[in-house]
């Protein structure tokens, strides 16, 4: 019975800390979101204060070309952690599935009767 406890135990721990791996990635996701956004918004005011927004123009901001490529490297990062993140939410249902499972087991082996051992001695040896 202590085993069963044991296991249950282990499988919430897993469960949890898969969860919270999940909640790593959807806030990093969101933050870079967040901050994409906001190069998204100094590109722009870049290109009206310079008012070029030819990228290939020679005086074409400095500043504006390294925002893009800033920004662009988040918008790969984003869709590597989606990706990432889709692969938490699968093992994390996997995780809660074996939790549910082991619930059960538990649960199945406590409504189980127990044998009685009354009438049964051990041989002794003479």
Known sequence: MKTNTHFLQTYRFEVEKRQRKVESLEA???DF???VSNLDHQILAEQ???GISDVNHFA????????IERRDNLITSVEDLESRLEMARVETQ???DEMSKAEQ???RDSKAPKPHLEGHQS???S
């Open 123 to 125: 041989p002794q040896r």
């Open 33 to 35: 979101r967040q901050m």
């Open 94 to 96: 996997q995780a809660m």
């Open 105 to 107: 087991v538990k649960m």
């Open 60 to 67: 074409y901001p400095t500043f504006a070309k390294a925002a």
């Open 48 to 50: 009206e204060k310079a």
């Open 28 to 30: 990093m996701i969101s």
